[in-house]
């Protein structure tokens, strides 16, 4: 399985940018699809994902501002990000758990400035 995303960019604080992730392959039951990120000097942390309880969590950092929605079965997933603040800055990653394995998108860098 590999999931390939897409979006991301630069932008102003207080704009909006979306992130998509497809995923392609063999794809068994999905537990959990949704996005982490990881700013300079910083560990990797959740910023949104949804699991199959149903349930769809978001970082506080993020509440009230970014949507995570799924699409296409279970092999898409799409982070719509509205007022961006300058600590929204890093690489966001796509993360998927089917049939219990971990997967990771190549990451697409996300810049605000101030």
């Known amino acids: 399985v590999q999931l390939q995303a897409s979006g991301g960019g630069y932008v102003q604080a207080g704009g909006s940018l979306r992130l998509s992730c497809a995923a392609s392959g063999r794809i068994l039951r999905t537990h959990a699809m949704g996005w982490y990120r990881q700013a300079p000097g910083k560990q990797r942390e959740l910023v949104a994902i949804?699991?199959?309880?149903?349930?769809?969590n978001y970082a506080d950092s993020v509440k009230g501002r970014f949507i995570l929605s799924r699409g296409n079965g279970e092999k898409s997933v799409t982070l719509q990000m509205n007022s961006l603040e300058p600590e929204d800055t890093g690489v966001y990653y796509c993360?998927?758990?089917?049939?219990?394995?971990?997967?990771w998108g190549q990451g697409t860098q996300v810049t605000v400035s101030s």
């Open positions: 993360y998927a758990n089917y049939g219990g394995r971990v997967y």
């Open positions: 949804s699991t199959n309880v149903p349930t769809t």
